[in-house]
């Protein structure tokens, strides 16, 4: 039988082959010298042309690696909600709860809010799955969904969100928790998002950032469930200084 040295192992790998293979995949679909640009490209801080196709990829591979139905299932819808965000926010400059918040007090429904809206109920559906009494179930939804928001969040320059899931789930790989998916996941594109080839968009931030909850979720009573979830709420309200503190030089 394989340990849990060995279980953590294989989800790594499992992890990382799939979004490498979809990653090399996807590239094969990039234009070529003088072609127009795709729906799949942005022009990053520095005014470079990159692909979104680490997006889609991490997606896939940390769904693949991270062997609980529940978990796979906040991946998946999260990255969803996060491909309709990147392509229908595309020109929206809006980040952060409070100023989708402020938006729909204006009676405007953002694709932003669309989109938390839609991880939000993932999260406590997962959640709900993954935790047998009523309180911890919804201490669960809240970190999952939080998490995703959290890395979402820190996406603000190359691989600021990326790094952040490694840091997040290194905890976690260490208990042998589902951490080791997202790992993988975000270490299979790690070189080329800071080397500004790519960028894992809405797509894979919140994709990774709710595999990385389910495995925090998943790993913790009902004690570390509130501190998470704590320090997650706060934050999301404090979303503009995060992303601040995230954009400045390393």
């Given at each position: 039988?394989?340990g849990?040295?060995?279980?953590t192992?294989?989800?790594f790998g499992?992890?990382?082959?799939v979004?490498?293979?979809v990653?090399?995949g996807?590239l094969?679909r990039?234009?070529?010298?003088?072609?127009?640009?795709?729906r799949?490209?942005?022009?990053?801080h520095?005014?470079?042309?990159?692909?979104?196709?680490?997006g889609?990829?991490?997606?896939?591979?940390?769904?693949a690696g991270?062997?609980?139905g529940?978990?796979?299932?906040a991946?998946l819808a999260?990255?969803?909600?996060?491909?309709?965000?990147?392509?229908?926010?595309?020109d929206?400059?809006?980040?952060?709860f409070?100023?989708?918040?402020t938006?729909l007090?204006n009676?405007?429904?953002?694709?932003?809010?669309?989109?938390?809206?839609g991880?939000?109920?993932?999260?406590?559906?997962a959640?709900?799955?993954l935790?047998?009494?009523?309180?911890?179930?919804?201490l669960?939804?809240?970190?999952?969904?939080?998490?995703?928001?959290?890395?979402?969040?820190?996406?603000?320059?190359?691989?600021?969100a990326?790094?952040?899931v490694?840091?997040?789930?290194?905890?976690?790989?260490?208990?042998?928790?589902?951490?080791?998916a997202p790992?993988?996941?975000?270490?299979a594109?790690?070189?080329?998002d800071l080397g500004e080839r790519t960028m894992?968009g809405?797509t894979?931030?919140?994709?990774?950032?709710?595999?990385?909850?389910?495995a925090i979720?998943?790993?913790?009573?009902?004690?570390g469930l509130?501190?998470?979830?704590?320090g997650?709420?706060a934050?999301a309200?404090?979303?503009?200084?995060?992303s601040d503190f995230?954009?400045s030089?390393?």
């Amino acid at each position: 039988m394989i340990g849990r040295v060995g279980r953590t192992a294989l989800a790594f790998g499992l992890a990382a082959g799939v979004t490498r293979a979809v990653y090399t995949g996807l590239l094969r679909r990039r234009p070529r010298a003088g072609e127009a640009r795709t729906r799949w490209e942005r022009t990053n801080h520095a005014g470079r042309t990159v692909d979104l196709y680490a997006g889609p990829a991490t997606v896939l591979g940390a769904a693949a690696g991270i062997g609980s139905g529940p978990a796979a299932f906040a991946v998946l819808a999260a990255g969803v909600c996060g491909a309709y965000d990147d392509f229908a926010g595309a020109d929206d400059a809006r980040r952060g709860f409070r100023a989708h918040l402020t938006a729909l007090r204006n009676g405007e429904v953002t694709s932003g809010t669309v989109k938390l809206a839609g991880i939000g109920a993932a999260g406590l559906v997962a959640g709900a799955l993954l935790k047998e009494r009523p309180v911890d179930k919804v201490l669960a939804g809240v970190v999952i969904a939080g998490t995703a928001h959290l890395v979402n969040l820190v996406d603000v320059a190359p691989g600021r969100a990326v790094v952040t899931v490694l840091g997040l789930g290194a905890p976690g790989l260490l208990r042998g928790t589902p951490a080791a998916a997202p790992m993988g996941a975000a270490a299979a594109v790690l070189a080329h998002d800071l080397g500004e080839r790519t960028m894992i968009g809405d797509t894979g931030a919140h994709a990774l950032g709710a595999a990385v909850g389910s495995a925090i979720a998943a790993g913790n009573g009902r004690l570390g469930l509130v501190v998470h979830a704590a320090g997650l709420i706060a934050a999301a309200v404090y979303g503009d200084k995060v992303s601040d503190f995230a954009r400045s030089p390393v």
